[in-house]
């Protein structure tokens, strides 16, 4: 059981968390044309990098999203940020 | 090997007597005995047989590294396979049956498997067995080979196990010497220190001894480290396994006192873990030596100062290294004959028939009954290895010792190569500082491979010989995981502890590489066998997923309701007695030609509110929401960015900066979260605010032809008459809000109700009591489910799957004309998206009054040329048409209309026919009835 510290909410068991996506995608803006490539590589193309992985996750207690950065390979967790950071004593 | 028990020595208690049978013969021990030590102090000799040759087997080990030992032992009514008689605890009564050998270990029918051994190398099973199936031949080499019998009642899996969650800063595992010392300085250093040990009581090998530490006698240096740290404030756990190693920082610790007890699971994390797990015999590689009567010189000691069990009359040394100088002496003063055999006098071989007779050794001849082996001395480093430490060879002991490893564990005393008391009381002294072993304080006497005569046995339990590994060697099994399991060396109950490094030995010798390069196989939790039981604990049935209950609960079952799970919420299925299928077209009929009452609480019910709430919301949602005005509701579907159904609902525009979302009602958090990812990601989260409000607010739905007419009865403080299908108005109940929205899931005029969840009863009784002159009645679920197929309202998840994008559903309006990006557009427009061949929610009838089978396939084709073109979603008998319906998702299916196809169900075929997948009240009539 690995344990995440929640911005907000400090340190909290995993089963507490929500994996969102890898962090760095834009969403494309579907107003203007995308190529069937452009579109498919947002949907489905992710680094799942062996190391360092920033991630956007979110603590399903407090619904709040957040940036995490952990080492996939011995779990460290490295950096945990706010998306909301500026707002956040 | 004619084992005796001591007449005074050991720790057992003499006057306590504890009576027990052993294959149904009447025996008795001590309180203090295990099951091995009282089955020796009654001269068993042959306890266990072993797995595939069926050879005779005596105790070997001291505890969990034992492999021949293994029992069925019925305790009262509870049954217990597989127990491992050096770390059981004997308990009164116990019925102890012997396992794999039949009738019993000692006269074993199967034993002349053995003589076949020439014919049975590793791989055998593999080889042999392939043609024609290997299913063939499975029960009965199952039968032959299996371990441990379940007699299939009286287990003891109604124990409850309980489960505790706790963290301490430093964690000392294993109360030895070594163990006690690091416990006291970390107590010393201000820790909070919990130390554990998986034995009874403390002191590891020193336990029952009569030697001395740091010129003390053991037994009060021992007494003192306890007083020491229980005035420090540190707890000691004894008979608590800490079992395994998990992500950060986790250890698992099992604690029971016997094999009765409850047991517990600890789920422990920790700052700092010590690892004093001490270290065990290597066993000695020579011509049978897997005889009744060789065994561990470690075990042997643990026997003798523990339970005052003596290994023989006659006991042999042969001892590899100069670890155990004082055992001779301790043997000696108990009575025994003892003979110290010279390893570098040459190779040596054990003869007997069922057990140890005598030891050669060139030409000399030792008549003995035991004798005591230990090739090396190997550290317990599984849960080193498990937190993430390394392990290296040290070629001049022949064993593994830590290498590099995480900065929260240490390694002390023994397990270290800390071999001497000195060393490793010091190694405990400056644990944080990892004292380095020193080479000089350990000796090898042979480092020669043994290349004698006669089979040389590796894994006992699991009959893996030296040339077994050669073999596998030779047919390119080297690397360890293959060698693993090939020979199926290490796979036993004992997990290879014992006999892990002889192999990797001798696949290196083999192979003509250094064992570092050979590797290990990885360790993996748990540490010893624990019982699933355990894991599970209390959580099972209501305690591991509690259903949401409703506010109007009582009232439901007041009514005789059957109230059954959906979704995660205990509803009414339906009400009163009769048989089910009669309550719910009664229920649906009434629906049909009355007033019916529902309790649809567990609606979702999201509010979504700010500036920005519109926009987002029209982002969201696949229709278009922005043309919504207060008031108003719209049906609509969100998709995923994938295009697919992600949820259906309705959306109500409270005001322009006011929003309620409702969702389906298994759905509500999923949507919740849904919705709160996109807010925070992708928009501004000061601008938008999202409270799902489901438990908030309880919501009753009366729908039918006098649903009308019993609303405009009632005083709801607003005007009712011109509230129109899909429109929404606010008023009062009894002084508090309600909400009362137009919106039907069943195709009849409905009001769906919503108040403060604490007025839900007095809602649920004036609507009953009004309602009245009307033959109001309410109806459970089952029959919702049918109202709503009736008129082809679709459920997500049921009527959809991971495919399904809203132009499948019929709703292409949408796709074609809403100008703003939602999520998952470009999705809807991609080849497969626009596709020809795409399944689509049709209905389907049939003749006759059985209803068709959910998930029956709509197949095209004869025979072998089959193929299924759909499936049936949702099928139910219709009271109203008095026929049954259903719902399918068919490739092409808004092409196939009026056709007939074949539905094929588990060999049955029958001919039906595709329809719209509305089947009652086709005009849109029953809205306004």
Redesign the interface.
Known sequence: ???FPCPYCGLRNETEF?F??ESGKT?????TP?D?KH??D??YQNYNPKGTSKE?W?H?AC???FLMTRDTV??DVLEVQA??GE?HD | MTSFRHTSWGQVDRQKSIPFTYHGKAMSGYAGDTVASALMANGETIVGRSFKYHRPRGFWGASWEEPNGFFDIQVGQQHFTNCQGTSTQLLAGMSIQSINGFPSARYDIKGGLDLLQRFMPAGFYYKTFMAPDWHLFEPSIRHMAGMGRLNGENLHADSLSQKQFRNVQTLVVGAGIAGLEAAYQAAKAGQRVLLVDDKANPGGSYYGGQGLIEEQASADWIAQRLAALQAMGAEVMLSTTAFGIYDHQLVALAQQDNLTSTSKLIKLRVEHLIIATGCIDRPLLFANNDLPGICSAHAARTWLQSYGIVAGQRIGLAINHRGYAELSKQFTAAGAEVVDINLNNGPISAHGWRQLKSVKQGRQQHQLDSLLTSASLTPVLSLWSQAGGQLKWHAQWQTMLPADGPAWCHVVGSAAGHFGDAECLHSSRHYAQRIPHKDTAFVIVNQQPNDNQGRQWVDFQNDVTSKDIALAARENYTSVEHLKRYTTLGMAIDQGKSSNINALMLMAECTNKPVAAVGTTKFRPPFTPQPLSMYRGKSSGKLLNPPKRLPLEQEHRHMQAALKEYGGWLRPAWYGTQAWDQAVNQEVLHARTKVALLDATPLGKIEVMGPDAKAFLNFVYYNNMASLTAGQIRYGFMLTEKGVVFDDGVLTCINNHHYLVSCSSSHADGVEGWLEAWRQDGHNPERIFIHNTTAQWATLTITGPAAKSLMQSMDWGVDLDNLAHMQFTQGSFKQHPVRIARVSFTGHTSYEISVPSSQAKSLWHTLLEQGKPFDIAPIGLEALSVLRAEKGFIIIGKDTDGETMPQDLGFAGPLRNKTQAYIGDRSLRLEKAQGTNRQQLVGITVNGQQPLATGAHIVTGELENKQSIGYVTSSYFSPTLNAPIALALVKNGHQRMNQKVTVFNQGSQLIATVTQPTFVDLEGNFIDA
Do not use: C, F, G, K
């Open positions: 059981m690995q344990q929500h969102a996506a969403r494309p803006d579907t107003n995308i069937d579109w498919s947002y949907l956007v979110m399903l619904r709040e999203v011995n779990m998306l909301r707002h």
